[in-house]
């Protein structure tokens, strides 16, 4: 009964060490293939993610000042347009 016990023990601790072995390797894998992904997104030349949002601010902001200014330039086109008929039913001056 004894040497089972003994037997088990050192399966316990055979089993445990391998699990620990395991782990080790699992990790060591999961930094390697993080440092070769993280390599590879550098030479892709990716946006960040603070610039991306800048970047998209600045478009959102050029978008509201070129809709304000088709505003002003049809208000001008039409005080034109206005001004040209006034033109056009004045007598010509003689």
Do not use: H, N, Y
């Amino acid at each position: 009964m004894q040497v089972d016990s003994r037997l088990l023990d050192d399966l316990a601790r055979v089993a445990g060490g391998a699990m620990g072995a395991a782990s080790g390797v699992k990790g060591e894998m999961e930094a390697l293939v993080r440092r070769q992904l993280e390599r590879i997104l550098q030479s892709m030349d990716l946006v960040g993610r603070d610039e991306f949002e800048a970047i998209k601010e600045m478009a959102a902001k050029a978008r509201t000042e070129q809709e304000l200014l088709e505003q002003r330039l049809a208000k001008l086109e039409a005080r034109l347009e206005q001004g040209a008929k006034t033109d056009q039913d004045r007598p010509a001056p003689a």
